[in-house]
């Protein structure tokens, strides 16, 4: 198992380049939108201005008649508001040509003697577009100024219809946008300034306990199982549950290490014994100049039976192993009836006891029926091991709890199991009387695999004590479906003969 290396500072800043992206594109995005806005608003700000301008310039020129009497009314107007880049352009175009302006050196009704040819000739061009504009707002651009906002209408006068115009150049525009801009930049690099020193700091404080993990994470990885994540905070907040969920890990493989190295070393303990009875015997008849046939028999089954009983133990070890597999059982509907009578009687000719079947439920149990037979002759073979020959009682009860759940009971009259020891006796090799049990050939590991099917099978098992003296076994699984039709009670062929 691998660990990562502590955590370097770079989370944090990370979290903090994120922070300020994130805090740069909303600003950008607010900027662009702030800015397209103000633009917007302050030339429909301008329309209106025009349109105002335009409406007073028409009051104006309605007050007389005659293209001389309109002409000098226009001329008193647009010449009491000079043209500057700031602000509003005024031209007329009267009856019979006759123009008027408050800038008379664009249209070329007066020279401007500090003016090239060139830009005299530029005027001309910009005038000409002026004049063609045709009624409406319109856009154009205007030498020294920049763009203009033209708004042209013809009216009726006394003398005849007039074109009148209105500009005012868009300057004001360009200058609000260029100030909301500036401020935009200035109060984004100081938002985002704190807010990378913000992130920086927060960043800080959650990437902490992260690299605390990882520095206790690495420790383990070098094989020290001991040290633990201490725990912060509420029992809501992420970093105590990341915190809780290593240590509740690190506490299991502790405890798994601790079985492995206890499984092998029970293991090598119960294949070292029978080896050194087989390398003994085998040492007694070697040394022997002129061996006799009895004595050569005598360590032949004693090495035959030593071998029996380190294929048996191999045997439970690999399925052991199997256990853990998807693949261990393979799961069928079955009769139920049928297999405990099949199983039952299979059993009860293997020893002389008091055999007992209590009734069977009819029905269907969705298991593996091999290895489900395993586990309870595993169970009645425990039972009959612990049982006197003639009066020992062996029963096997099975009922129906509901919920699909079937319940496998087998009790016996034995000594029975002392409280400090039901707790240990589904481990591997654990025995309660060693010595009995190597005597009667037993690997340690028959408890075990039953505790390993039954739970592979989605179900449990669990030890107490019979009333009346002896020891009860209680199998719980699911997966049962009850049939219409019931059986009665069964007897075991024990009780047949007794």
Do not use: C
């Not at 029978?274 to 007694?284: F, W, Y």
């Amino acid at each position: 198992m691998r660990f990562a290396a502590p955590l370097p500072s770079g989370l944090r800043w990370r979290l903090t380049s994120w922070v300020a992206l994130v805090m740069l594109l909303a600003f950008v995005a607010t900027a662009i939108a702030v800015y397209n806005g103000t633009g917007t608003q302050i030339r429909r700000n301008v329309d209106q201005e025009l349109r105002g301008d335009l409406a007073e310039f028409a009051r104006a020129l309605r007050g007389t008649t005659g293209v001389t009497g309109v002409r000098s009314l226009a001329l008193r107007y647009v010449t009491g508001q000079p043209f500057s880049a700031t602000s509003t352009l005024l031209f007329v175009q009267l009856p019979h040509r006759a123009l008027v302006t408050n800038q008379p050196e664009l249209f070329g009704l007066r020279r401007d003697d500090g003016e090239s040819a060139a830009q005299q000739n530029s005027e001309n061009r910009v005038s000409a577009r002026l004049l063609r504009a045709g009624s409406g707002l319109h856009t154009l651009p205007l030498p020294d100024v920049g763009d203009l906002r033209l708004l042209r209408q013809t009216i009726s006068t006394g003398a005849g219809p007039a074109r009148l115009a209105v500009g005012e150049p868009l300057a004001i525009v360009a200058r609000a946008q260029n100030g909301v801009l500036r401020a935009f930049v200035l109060a984004g690099a100081l938002a985002l300034g704190i807010a990378l020193l913000a992130s920086l700091l927060v960043g800080t404080r959650v990437s902490a306990p992260l690299r605390r993990m990882a520095a206790i994470a690495a420790r383990v990885d070098g094989g020290d199982l001991r040290p633990r994540i201490p725990t912060a905070g509420g029992p809501a907040d992420e970093t105590r549950v990341l915190a809780d969920a290593f240590n509740n890990m690190l506490d299991r493989l502790t405890a798994a290490f601790a079985a492995q190295r206890a499984f092998v070393a029970d293991a090598s303990h119960e294949l070292r014994t029978p080896l050194t009875v087989i390398r003994g015997q085998l040492e007694v008849l070697a040394a022997q100049r002129d061996p006799s046939r009895a004595e050569v028999a005598r360590v032949e089954r004693l090495v035959a039976a030593e071998v029996a009983r380190m294929s048996r133990l191999a045997d439970d070890l690999v399925l052991l192993a199997q256990a853990e597999q998807a693949e261990f059982l393979r799961l069928a509907p079955i009769d139920l009836v049928e297999f405990v009578e099949d199983l039952w009687a299979g059993v009860t000719a293997t020893a002389e006891r008091r055999f007992e079947l209590g009734s069977v439920p009819d029905g269907t149990l969705v298991a593996d029926a091999d290895r489900l037979a395993q586990a309870l002759r595993n169970l009645t073979t425990n039972a009959i091991n612990h049982t006197a020959p003639g009066g020992g009682l062996v029963r096997l009860e099975v009922e129906e709890l509901g919920g699909a759940e079937l319940r496998f009971t087998l009790a016996d009259n034995g000594p029975g199991i002392p409280p400090e020891h039901r707790a240990h006796v589904f481990d591997r090799f654990y025995r309660t009387d060693p010595a009995r049990s190597r005597r009667d050939g037993g690997t340690g590991l028959g408890l075990a695999i039953v505790k390993a099917i039954t739970e592979a099978h989605g179900g449990r098992v669990a030890v107490a004590a019979r009333r009346g003296g002896g020891t009860l076994f209680v199998l719980e699984l699911g997966g049962f479906a009850r049939a219409p039709r019931r059986r009665s009670a069964r007897v075991g062929a024990g009780d047949a003969q007794r």
